[in-house]
């Protein structure tokens, strides 16, 4: 194979010193048109070129003109040579304007300066652009003989992505990928080429243009591509035979998101099938600046996000409370480099223990509180009965309460869509814990509130990542039925729901989140499949294990015949008669189910959550065995 055409830099500079005398004696003549007078002012014209030698390549080198690979010679390099030549010469005729003041020469003729930096810009430009132009040449009769073998690849995005994916094609024949085409939805390209390839239509001629161009494959090179977009040009090309693939965005691949195995790092929006939620910054802002805000389980995927989320609000102090040191620790030294100055206050501490969370209050004195420690993994929770009482019910009674007891403003309890008719024990904990939160703010008058929301795409647990160590490790995919359905929601947008619920609580109000129809893990596991490059039955098997206990096919996010109103944020409503208010009967229910689970009453504890909670079923599901719950 034959080197790539390069050209020193010292040649470079050498060229430059026989051009600068042309481009100086080219101003006269200019000038000055060969009459008389060239003549008398060559005594001139001797010491501007004998200057400009020296000024000229000293600013160039200055500018970097001296350490560039001209052969990759783009338009920032045509803006570098005009800022350069410019500089050199206001430095030359300043230079000569000195030594005409000092009376080294005679004469001082300011429309020279002017035609030579013309004839400069023409010269220093022409010469570094040649070697790019030589470099083409060679490079397109290198690749002449082997486009006759290559596939014929059409490319969907001509924006900056797509430019640099047919770029490097065209530049590396031995891809033997050769594009023919662009797609593009912006009506203004259409009819355009960029890099001598054609832009053949819009995403909707897809169909068409694969069949008139002959394509054997498609590349999608839009990096910021929403799910949908992605998915119709897959479905598309799946149907036709042919294969495709996606460009991450170079910021993907700078930062390690993408394998050899993979060409993109799916992107957790993609799967949603609609479009995310968007915060509204007001509400927020007024609620977090220059408050004190505690964030409990500040180490999991919701309090983590949370902590970053509020961060952003300039409280006053952050206290970052947890269980788990190590979640903590990593959470805090990413908080500490992106936000140096916010007041951070890392917490170990167990929600089950009051003393512990007394003590955390009376120290640091929280005006808002956001509840997300909680244990939440159903299948667990099922073989662990005692504990999801003690950690979901009594922690959240001992925050409640001492939360009360400190006057603090507001409180925001992270729930479930698991909480509605539980069928589970983790949904009948976290009901038990919505109606202990509840109370407590009508009760008092307090924006005491709780957010309800479904399964949320990325977090520690969530079946995302699970797919996806599947994927990479070949498959197969475990799926439990083929028609388990879930809400879904991503990490931001969970956080966003709990955010702006805490900016709109008046007091004993749950908010849930617009969350779409609820998809099919099925269809999910196929998108994740196909938008990570491969084919489902093909390259990945897809296996149904049978439902686990305390599962359902599908969710709900509030009781039959409960009403919601809209807010003022169009994705987010707020439930009416969620709750009676129980008082004695919901304090002696929860001292009942936390003595029992003390006492390891696990019969006892289910009995109480069916008789307590409407419309549960805990007690439907039998108890499990270890194995089922994998």
Same mark, same amino acid.
């Given at each position: ?436 939160? +509840? $109370?407590? /703010? !009508? ?7 709780? #957010? @309800?929301? *479904?399964?949320? =795409? ?75 490059? +491969? $084919?489902? /039955? !093909? ?7 049978? #439902? @686990?206990? *305390?599962?359902? =096919? ?77």
């Amino acid at each position: 194979m034959r080197g790539k055409f390069n050209i020193r830099n010292r040649y470079i500079l050498f060229g430059d010193l026989l051009l600068i005398p042309l481009a100086v004696l080219g101003s006269f003549v200019l000038r000055f048109e060969l009459a008389d007078s060239f003549y008398q002012y060559l005594p001139f014209a001797y010491w501007l070129i004998g200057t400009a030698l020296i000024v000229k390549p000293i600013v160039y080198y200055f500018f970097g003109m001296y350490r560039r690979l001209w052969l990759y010679a783009s338009i920032k390099e045509l803006i570098l040579i005009a800022a350069a030549v410019t500089a050199a010469s206001a430095a030359l005729a300043l230079v000569m304007l000195l030594m005409n003041t000092l009376g080294v020469i005679d004469s001082y003729l300011r429309s020279v300066f002017v035609i030579d930096w013309l004839l400069s810009l023409v010269t220093v430009g022409g010469l570094r652009l040649t070697l790019r132009l030589i470099a083409e040449l060679r490079q397109n009769q290198a690749n002449s003989g082997v486009v006759s073998r290559s596939k014929r690849v059409l490319v969907v995005g001509a924006g900056d992505a797509g430019a640099m994916v047919v770029r490097e094609l065209q530049k590396n024949p031995q891809i033997n990928l050769i594009p023919v085409g662009f797609l593009d939805d912006n009506p203004t390209k259409q009819r355009q080429q960029i890099h001598g390839v054609p832009i053949v239509g819009t995403i909707t001629d897809l169909t068409r243009v694969l069949d008139r161009l002959r394509v054997n494959e498609v590349i999608i090179a839009i990096p910021s591509a929403p799910g949908r977009v992605v998915r119709t040009v897959a479905d598309i090309a799946r149907l036709k035979g042919i294969p495709f693939r996606t460009m991450p965005g170079i910021y993907e691949l700078l930062g390690g998101k993408v394998s050899v195995s993979r060409l993109r790092e799916v992107d957790i929006s993609d799967l949603l099938r609609r479009q995310p939620t968007r915060i509204r910054d007001e509400k927020v802002g007024s609620v977090l600046s220059g408050k004190v805000v505690l964030v409990t389980g500040a180490g999991g995927s919701i309090g983590r996000e949370l902590c970053r989320q509020i961060a952003r609000w300039g409280p006053e102090e952050l206290i970052m409370l947890g269980h788990g040191e190590n979640s903590i620790f990593e959470a805090l030294l990413e908080l500490k480099e992106a936000y140096p100055s916010l007041h951070l206050h890392p917490v170990i501490a167990d929600v089950r223990d009051r003393m512990r969370i007394n003590n955390v209050f009376a120290q640091y004195r929280p005006n808002v509180v956001y509840h997300t420690a909680a244990h939440k993994h159903v299948s667990l929770m099922e073989v662990n009965v005692e504990e999801a009482v003690t950690n979901n019910i009594l922690g959240t009674k001992n925050l409640v309460d001492t939360a009360m007891q400190h006057d603090v403003e507001r409180l925001v309890m992270i729930s479930s869509d698991k909480a509605i008719r539980p069928v589970n024990i983790m949904g009948a904990t976290k009901r038990i814990a919505e109606m202990v939160v +509840l $109370e407590a /703010g !009508r009760r008092a008058n307090k924006p005491y509130s709780v #957010v @309800r929301f *479904g399964n949320v =795409l990325g977090s520690r647990g969530s079946v995302v990542p699970i797919f996806n160590r599947q994927i990479a490790r070949g498959g197969p995919v475990t799926i439990t039925h083929p028609d388990m359905k879930r809400y879904f929601m991503t990490i931001p947008e969970a956080v966003y729901l709990v955010l702006q619920a805490g900016g709109m609580g008046l007091g004993g109000e749950t908010f849930v989140l617009n969350m779409g129809q609820q998809v099919r893990i099925l269809d999910l596991a196929e998108d994740l499949i196909r938008l990570s490059g +491969l $084919e489902p /039955g !093909r390259d990945i098997e897809i296996v149904f294990t049978g #439902v @686990r206990p *305390g599962e359902k =096919l599908a969710e709900d996010l509030w009781d039959e015949g409960f009403q919601f109103k809209s807010t003022e944020h169009p994705d987010i409503f707020r439930l009416d008669n969620t709750e009676p208010l129980l008082g004695d009967r919901l304090h002696q229910a929860v001292d009942e189910l936390i003595q029992l689970s003390r006492d390891g009453s696990r019969d006892e504890i289910i009995t109480l959550l069916d008789q307590f909670i409407p419309g549960a079923a805990v007690r439907a599901n039998p108890p499990p065995e270890i194995t089922s719950i994998i």
